[in-house]
């Protein structure tokens, strides 16, 4: 009653876009669009990442209001061997099994990245974090769905990283959380939202940290990136525009529904596309690049993905593969609602009792 109450005000206030959506998401979700649908327009969770930098300790006292870190309980059991891919699609011999099951899977996760949330179907909202004696936060608070495109890179001791489209930066530092990056260069072409990255770093992170041999800020366009050098990074994060279908729901502020933004809307894929393109320059040959997003869009997902691999090959000449990250998501399964029968990376799908996302999330690596 509440949330049709909700949407119907919405509605009545013409915030909602849900002729967009509706269009759409009701196709290519079929049966599981009304519920999403109803988990958009309803209150997000969020989870609390834990600022390892930080001398306070917040596990205690969130594990006593019935918190769970979800990184450190992910499943344990699941079917240890992942079923072979079935898809038909010549493309999807580019499909690669990362490792023989969910146990490599599972090996691979960085044990210092812990991200608290309350249980399944607990709308329960955190409080602000606290500062400890250094003026550090002891956690940071974004959605816990966000952390899966980080722990599925697989950031291995003195790797380092590109973060592409770096602010507000939640990303960032859950790469730095991991402990094992060498360095990492963050950039993000708005001037705006790089002061947004600046304070979120500020917040979270000593001053030896912040300094230049371990940590570069830039505001490049990063289609231009490549400019600068490629094939020099282990690891790059894509983390592109979208049309953010959370916020575009319910949001008039800055919408990119908007009739002022149409162009930049209809030009989203390409700018995705390019963006991906660039972190397959930058990455060395057999490293890997995360490619996400927080829309539903198979046109923003699937298809940029499917689009990048075959230009980087035709007019780069370079090779990619996508890693199947089944493995991977099965051991988060009891946390996240995955999208099923995705043939392309892997979608958290928002649901009331785990409103987490939409994140979407593709692995690819580099062969030549
Ligand atoms: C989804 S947000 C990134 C969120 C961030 N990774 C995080 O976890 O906090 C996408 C970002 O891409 C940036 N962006 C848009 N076009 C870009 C471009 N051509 N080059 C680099 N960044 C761009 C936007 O300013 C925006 O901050």
Redesign the pocket.
Known sequence: MATQRLWNSMAAQGVLHNKNFDAMYSMQLGELWPSVRVSLLSERKYGALVNNFSCGDPVTDLQSLGCRDFIASSSTAADPFSPPYSGSHQFYQHIVNEGTGIDLARTFISPNVKCLVFPKGDTSRFKPARLDSAGLLTYYL?DAA?VLPVLALNVQKEESVL??????????LALLQTQAVRFIWA????GS?MSR?QR?LNSCLPHDLLSEDKLCITS????E?HELGGNTFDKV?V????T?DRHSLIEEDNNIFSRSRTKEKRNLPL?QT??LLTGLQAVRKGGEVMYS??TLSQLQNQCVVEQAISLANQELGITAEIVDLQPFTTLFKDTFHFAPDLNVGAMVLPHLTANFGPIYFCKLRRLS
């Open positions: 974004m966000s973060d592409l489209c770096a602010a507000p930066g939640g990303k960032t950039n993000d072409w708005s939202r990255l979120t490049f366009d990063g289609r990136w994060l983390d592109v525009p979208c953010t700018c390019q963006l997003t927080c």
